[in-house]
Structure formats: C-alpha cells, structure tokens
C-alpha cells in the first residue's frame, strides 16, 4: 500500500504538514498530535519509518574507551550492575587504537534502536572536540548521559568529579602529612 500523506493526515486530524513533521521526526509537534498520526499510521496499515519505531526495550548503549585503564572496567561493570538492577540491558561498546570509533559505534546503537546512551570519558571530555554529535542525539529526543566531562551547551544528565575540591583535598592532605613540595601529574589541557 502507497503511503499517502493526506490519508494519514484525515484520520488523524491534523494537516499534511504535520504528518511529514512527525514522518521525519522533525521538532515542533506536541507530543498528543504526534501520536495521534503515529496511532493513524498504525490504524491505516502502514509501517512506521525506521526511527520512529518503538526504541528497543531495554536497552542502554554504555559507550567507554579502552578497558587497559583500570578506572573505566570498574565505571562499565558499576554501571552495568546499575542498569540490570533497574531491568536494563547494557550494550558495552569499548574503543580501542585504530578500532571502532564513538561516533561509529554511536550509528551501531541508533540501528539498534537503543533506549539511551552512557558516554564514559569520550569525546565529551575533550574540550576541542564539536558537539554537535550530542546535540543531534539530544535533538533525535535519544537519551543521552555523560560519565567524567560534560560538553558544554548540552542539556543532559551527567556525573564527574571536582577536580579543584579533589586537588584542594590532596593538597591540604598532604600537607597536613608535614609534605613541603608536591608535584603534579596529569594528562593533556583539553581534559
């Protein structure tokens, strides 16, 4: 069966305008009007796109970078056992030199429909990195949450410690511990 705009947009009630809005899963529809063309789509015997279909049950893409650092296994299996203990089934997806990129397993997980992701110290930590590639996710109305960095202009859900109270703190311990030259080892400046 042919997918016609203007039956759609008859039995649900709306224009045609705004059936291809929620077609294309554009902005600017409320939510009871989207599904109410979404409601016709199903009432008329058409399939729904690909993107509008129902996100995967359960599913949570946990995307961390190599697992050789000690900190980010204990991240991925902390949030792991978080995840299954609330009836979410993480997808572990670990980058590695020359392996397979966020932003390509970020693809891997839209195909996947997945429910949301977890970013664990990933390009959102680096502050010469865009974006952009949130903002899409977050403008796709996919669940998005940052572990260690938050990107700056994203509204999400995000958790990393204070660097300036944790360094005042192992400072003022070390001092206390009668300590006169303390020195510092870090990382790179954008992170």
């Known amino acids: 069966m042919r997918l016609r705009l203007s039956d759609i947009a008859r039995q649900a009630g709306v224009s045609e305008a705004?059936?291809?809005?929620?077609?294309n899963d554009k902005p600017g529809v409320g939510q009871q009007t989207r599904q109410s063309v979404l409601t016709?789509?199903?009432v008329l015997g058409y399939e729904r796109p690909q993107a509008l279909r129902k996100h995967a049950i359960g599913l949570i893409g946990l995307v961390v970078p190599e697992l050789e650092n000690p900190i980010f296994p204990l991240y991925a299996q902390t949030i792991s056992n978080v995840l299954a203990g609330s009836g979410y089934t993480p997808v572990l997806c670990t980058?590695?030199?020359?392996?397979?990129?966020?932003?390509?397993?970020?693809?891997?997980?839209?195909?996947?429909?997945?429910?949301?992701?977890?970013?664990?110290?990933?390009?959102?930590?680096?502050?010469?990195?865009s974006t952009e590639r949130y903002q899409e996710l977050k403008d796709k109305?996919?669940?998005?949450?940052?572990?260690?960095?938050?990107?700056?202009?994203?509204?999400?859900?995000?958790?990393?410690?204070?660097?300036?109270?944790?360094?005042?703190?192992?400072?003022e311990h070390l001092?206390?511990?009668g300590h006169e030259r303390i020195g510092l080892v870090s990382g790179p400046d954008r992170y």
Do not use: K, N, W
Not at 18 to 23: D, H, I, K, N
Not at 106 to 127: K, Q
Not at 144 to 166: K, L, N, R, W, Y
């Open 18 to 23: 705004t059936v291809s809005r929620v077609l």
């Open 40 to 42: 016709a789509l199903d």
């Open 95 to 129: 980058q590695t030199p020359g392996g397979v990129s966020e932003d390509e397993f970020v693809e891997m997980l839209r195909e996947r429909a997945v429910a949301g992701i977890i970013f664990v110290s990933g390009l959102h930590a680096d502050t010469t990195a």
């Open 141 to 171: 109305r996919l669940p998005v949450a940052f572990v260690t960095g938050h990107p700056e202009g994203v509204q999400a859900a995000s958790f990393s410690c204070d660097d300036v109270v944790a360094a005042r703190i192992a400072v």
């Open 175 to 177: 001092a206390g511990l």
